[in-house]
């Protein structure tokens, strides 16, 4: 199974190749890889608007020195701090959206063949939405995921202390530069918001 699906899937989207032995993310049980009770997406539009209702929140890119007072940074803390340690190392996906007349045979289908350009096919309907549409998803250099490495490592650590030195609180993937499921994202907001 390493070899097949998870050697091929890992340098298409990480490009480096795998050891065995270091991927910590994928523990399949059962044939499966999400584990979980309960699955599903959440409508991340309206939990933003219910959460930002009556709060001053920035939506611009805003850098060191542009804000007084707390602040919670949740976006890329390199950019934030205008590189001045160099730029953190990201992938991420870029997806294109295809109105299909036949859907796929699960909501996920993945394609580890390095012949193929795209990582993983989704569809939508499968997972709830209306319409027939397949998300064809290709790997990129997007921020989405920090690529965890010694180096990365060690320049994210004097930007986490730059951050410390000024208060700034940290939180979310590219904040904190760890690569977290966005369930775990959320229950770190929330316990960061109840220690205001």
């Known amino acids: 199974m390493f070899d097949t699906k998870i050697a091929n899937y890992t340098f298409k989207m990480w490009q480096t190749p795998p050891k065995e032995g270091l991927i910590s993310r994928i523990k399949p049980s059962n044939g499966k890889y999400f584990t979980d009770k309960y699955q599903g997406l959440l409508d991340m539009d309206t939990l933003f608007k219910n959460l930002g209702k009556g709060i001053k929140v920035i939506k611009k890119d805003i850098k060191d020195g542009d804000l007084k007072g707390k602040i919670i940074l949740t976006g890329a803390i390199d950019e934030y701090f205008n590189y001045c ?6 992938r991420g996906m870029k997806v294109k959206h295809i109105k299909s007349e036949r859907g796929l ?43 965890d490495n010694p180096y990365s490592q060690k320049m994210y650590k004097k930007y986490k202390a730059l951050a410390d030195k000024k208060g700034i609180l940290l939180c979310g993937r590219l904040a904190t530069y760890k690569y977290i499921d966005m369930h775990i994202a959320i229950e770190k907001a929330l316990e960061l918001v109840e220690t205001l």
């Open 105 to 147: 045979p699960t909501a996920v289908v993945n394609y580890p063949d390095l012949d193929m350009p795209f990582i993983r096919i989704t569809d939508y309907k499968k997972l709830g939405f209306k319409g027939q549409w397949l998300g064809i998803e290709t790997p990129s250099n997007d921020r989405m995921y920090p690529i």
């Open 85 to 90: 340690y160099g730029h953190l190392p990201y």
